[in-house]
């Protein structure tokens, strides 16, 4: 568990400084724009490779809650529609226009789900923190209007469909291969 919360506070951490736009400015002046990419992307990735290393090595077996059965039969709609709005997030289309901020509901939306479906420990630690931090991101970019103005083209959103579509089936037929548990009936 340890290496998991120790993941979850570098990602997520290095993830709040952009919410925070005199911090963020703070850095990126001290380092400059390059560096300061560098190290968001470095601190990122090592924050991302200790939660997934900490999530495997934590035990599953410690029960907070019972999952919520509805979570499961929502699950594949939801999962797939988390996707769409991963996709739309960088594309520059109806979806992200209406919704302004596709990513952070998909990350709540995706969260959400997990985190009923799980109810032991360390689900509720990870997908609890992401839910928190997909929320309070939220409320910041809200807060901030931290909208960038376009022109929507219906094509980006077909697109955030068809892909975002496709990564979801397949992360459900992988699902079970890589998390050891069955998203769907044809999964492998």
């Keep these: 568990m340890p290496l998991l919360i120790t993941g ?11 919410a925070i736009p005199a911090l963020r400015a703070r850095f990126s002046g001290r380092l400059g724009a390059q ?3 560098l190290l968001f992307a470095f601190v990122s990735a090592a924050g991302l490779a200790l939660i997934v ?11 907070v809650f019972a999952p919520v059965s ?13 996707f769409i709005l991963f996709a739309a997030a960088n594309m520059r289309g109806y979806l992200r ?11 709540g939306l995706w969260a959400l789900v997990h ?3 799980n109810g032991d420990l360390r689900g509720t630690v990870l997908f609890g923190a992401l839910l928190a931090y997909a929320l309070l991101d939220l409320l910041s970019a809200i807060s901030r209007r931290a909208v960038k103005t376009f022109v929507p083209r219906v094509k980006y959103d077909v697109m955030a469909v ?10 459900m037929v992988l699902h079970r291969m890589f998390f050891g548990v069955p998203v769907v009936s044809f999964g492998v």
Excluded: D
Aim: proline share 6%; hydrophobic share 60%.
């Design 70 to 82: 509805a979570a499961f039969a929502i699950a594949p709609l939801a999962l797939t529609l988390s």
């Design 115 to 117: 985190l009923l479906a």
């Design 162 to 171: 068809i892909g975002g579509g496709a990564v979801a089936f397949g992360v």
């Design 35 to 37: 560096r300061y990419k």
């Design 97 to 107: 226009h209406t919704l302004k901020h596709p990513m952070l509901i998909g990350l």
């Design 8 to 18: 979850l506070v570098l990602f997520l951490g290095i993830h709040f400084i952009p």
């Design 53 to 63: 290393i900490g999530y495997v090595r934590s035990p599953a077996a410690e029960r």
